[in-house]
């Protein structure tokens, strides 16, 4: 299990690299600036029209979903949930993906539309930051087709799963859909909580991303001595004849990423690097080429084909989190130079650890609505709304906290 967290960890890690250099790519280009502003303008004019009461309720989907309409209230909290996240990935280097899906429900979005708003966020972050051809180099196109072909093959029946479980019942999928954040969220934030606790007393204040675990080259090699039809050549460059490893494996790996990207709106981003390094044995220099492709046809894949023509994206929302998530991650990255590690370790720990409750308190008033727990609704009620107020009372804690340390720092920072 320690073995698992620190490989999530990496490739956390590794997927933060990637937000951040988007980011970069995005504000330090005219272009791609005037882009964003085109792409966030019809969200504007949409506030200003529903503030004047003009436009009819009937953005965010086909159905009568929560919220079916949209108000200028909500495209704030949009913009607030992107800076939270963004300040986690820009300040701890890690994980701040992992936390937009449960705000969006917190804030009253169905989890089915949380979870196809963010993979349409990440789809137009990948689109309009990444400068593919800077990478080209990096990608094995024999490896980027054998795991597309498994992740979009993953990514359909993780949507379908989703909707079917939407049809049946909209409590079901929210239910689903808390439940998986609750494991993941709690996993890696009991574990990140007990390296604080451990790391906390060191002289040099903690490596605020922690180590990163030795490449497992066991299993990679077992599959790689695998002679399964079709074999493909990859890192030719790094290693003489280059390494071979049968393309049914690294289809597999991809229909598990695209599955679980589709049900949980991450992307797929954070699970590529440890399936193609620790798994499949592939150089990190190869993973960040194909990883770029695989986010930008993973994520757009799953987020038009699976949820946008059924009506399951907002994207007034898409667009408040990308706002808010560049601006974000640029204050966070950059308080990282002034602030100590541990004490990041700290925060990120407990930012987690506030998603997992958030959801878990949640979890109550979904099993009383499906009659499958016997409390008052009252009661359950009152859990999720105190599950709401600890999440959003500690991520706002923790952005003041980050927002200061950046505005009182900025000598140190103008002369660094």
């Given amino acids: 299990m320690r073995k698992f967290y620190a490989v999530l960890m990496a490739a956390s890690r590794a997927h933060a690299k990637w937000e951040?250099?988007?980011?970069?790519?995005?504000?330090?280009?005219?272009?791609?600036?005037?882009?964003?502003?085109?792409?966030?303008?019809?969200?504007?004019?949409?506030?200003?029209?529903?503030?004047?009461?003009?436009?009819?309720?009937?953005?965010?989907?086909?159905?009568?979903?929560?919220?079916?309409?949209?108000?200028?209230?909500?495209?704030?909290?949009?913009?607030?949930?992107?800076?939270?996240?963004?300040?986690?990935?820009?300040?701890?280097?890690?994980?701040?993906?992992?936390?937009?899906?449960?705000?969006?429900?917190?804030?009253?979005?169905?989890?089915?539309?949380?979870?196809?708003?963010?993979?349409?966020?990440?789809?137009?972050?990948?689109?309009?930051?990444?400068?593919?051809?800077?990478?080209?180099?990096?990608?094995?196109?024999?490896?980027?087709?054998?795991?597309?072909v498994g992740?979009?093959?993953?990514?359909?029946?993780?949507?379908?799963?989703?909707?079917?479980l939407y049809e049946i019942n909209p409590v079901l999928s929210d239910t689903f859909i808390s439940a998986i954040y609750v494991v993941l969220l709690g996993f890696l934030g009991?574990?990140?909580?007990?390296?604080?606790?451990?790391?906390?007393?060191?002289?040099?204040?903690?490596?605020?991303?922690?180590?990163?675990?030795?490449?497992?080259?066991?299993?990679?090699?077992?599959?790689q001595g695998v002679n399964l039809p079709p074999m493909i050549t990859f890192d030719e460059d790094l290693v003489?004849?280059?390494?071979?490893?049968?393309?049914?494996?690294?289809?597999?790996?991809?229909?598990?990423?695209?599955?679980?990207?589709?049900?949980?709106?991450?992307?797929?981003?954070?699970?590529?690097?440890?399936?193609?390094v620790y798994i499949l044995g592939v150089s990190s220099f190869t993973t960040v080429g194909t990883d770029i492709l695989q986010i930008i046809f993973t994520a757009g894949f799953a987020s038009i084909s699976q949820y946008a023509i059924y009506g399951f994206i907002f994207y007034t929302l898409a667009m408040g989190m990308l706002i808010g998530s560049l601006l974000g991650i640029q204050l966070?990255?950059?308080?990282?130079?002034?602030?100590?590690?541990?004490?990041?370790?700290g925060f990120y720990a407990t930012a987690i650890l506030a998603g997992f409750v958030n959801r878990l308190f949640a979890l109550p008033a979904k099993l009383q609505e499906m009659e499958i727990l016997d409390i008052s609704p009252q009661f359950a009620q009152s859990l999720a709304t105190w599950g709401n107020y600890a999440f959003f009372v500690v991520v706002s804690i923790f952005a003041l906290w980050v927002i200061t340390k950046f505005i009182t720092n900025i000598p140190t920072l103008r002369r660094d």
């Fill in 332 to 345: 966070g990255a950059l308080t990282t130079r002034v602030v100590k590690g541990i004490y990041i370790r």
């Fill in 240 to 276: 003489p004849g280059g390494k071979q490893i049968s393309g049914v494996f690294v289809a597999m790996c991809g229909a598990f990423v695209g599955f679980v990207a589709a049900i949980m709106g991450v992307g797929g981003g954070f699970l590529t690097f440890p399936m193609f």
């Fill in 151 to 164: 992740s979009l093959g993953g990514v359909v029946g993780g949507g379908l799963v989703n909707r079917a």
């Fill in 190 to 223: 009991f574990y990140a909580l007990i390296d604080f606790l451990k790391l906390r007393k060191q002289d040099d204040g903690g490596d605020a991303h922690g180590s990163a675990p030795a490449d497992g080259q066991g299993l990679a090699s077992k599959l």
């Fill in 20 to 148: 951040l250099e988007v980011s970069h790519n995005i504000l330090r280009s005219k272009k791609r600036m005037l882009i964003l502003l085109a792409l966030a303008l019809p969200a504007i004019v949409v506030s200003m029209a529903v503030a004047g009461d003009v436009m009819p309720e009937i953005l965010g989907g086909k159905k009568a979903y929560s919220p079916a309409f949209y108000t200028p209230g909500i495209f704030v909290v949009s913009i607030v949930i992107g800076l939270f996240a963004g300040l986690i990935t820009g300040c701890i280097g890690a994980g701040g993906g992992f936390i937009i899906t449960p705000a969006l429900m917190s804030a009253g979005i169905k989890g089915i539309l949380a979870v196809g708003t963010d993979l349409f966020h990440i789809f137009a972050k990948a689109i309009m930051g990444t400068a593919v051809h800077k990478k080209l180099g990096n990608v094995s196109p024999k490896l980027a087709i054998a795991f597309l």
